[in-house]
């Protein structure tokens, strides 16, 4: 079994989509480890906010299977596909790291990019495994996080899912 950390965000319809996601996967994996759910402004592009989290869980599908199994889930939640890439939308499921892979595997780059450039993944990441050490650099996400220089806002937001508090606002 290997462990894959995903990130999940949705700028539309946002808990709906994001408890969507969280059904399946739970559906899919049995238990998640999830961070807080955080709201960011749209990068990129101007658009309404996004909600994004990181979730962990354990699998035996390959890289290339889980990737075709998060991009169905995405496309049952209304994904659409002819959008830009920059651009609003229901559902965004990206594999981060499975296990200890490094490189392109199955046609994905792990770990996937937006573990060192995005604000919205490294957060979410350091608050759920902050000892954990990224396989790339050996760095732990909380050093990471700690050294993260890039400006974003970030904010956590209310949220349940599963009759259980995943987040609440800092007051």
Not at 55 to 75: H, P, R, W
Not at 141 to 150: G, H, P
């Amino acid at each position: 079994m290997a462990q894959v950390y995903v990130s999940i965000g949705s700028n539309q319809d946002r808990t709906r989509y994001i408890r969507a996601s969280l059904d399946a996967l739970h559906a899919a994996f049995g238990e998640l480890s999830l961070s807080s759910v955080y709201e960011s402004e749209a990068v990129g592009f101007e658009g309404d906010n996004f909600y994004n989290l990181v979730a962990g869980f354990n699998t035996s599908l390959t890289v290339g299977q889980l990737s075709k199994m998060l991009k169905q889930i995405e496309d049952e939640n209304g994904r659409c596909r002819q959008d830009p890439r920059f651009s609003g939308r229901t559902l965004d499921i990206d594999i981060l790291t499975y296990d200890q892979s490094v490189g392109v595997v199955d046609g994905i780059q792990l770990p996937r990019d937006e573990v060192y450039s995005s604000a919205f993944v490294l957060l979410p990441m350091a608050e759920l495994i902050p000892n954990d050490c990224n396989p790339e650099n050996g760095q732990t996400y909380a050093s990471m996080w700690q050294a993260y220089a890039e400006p974003q806002a970030l904010w956590k937001v209310d949220f349940d899912w599963n009759n259980q508090r995943i987040s609440m606002a800092e007051r």
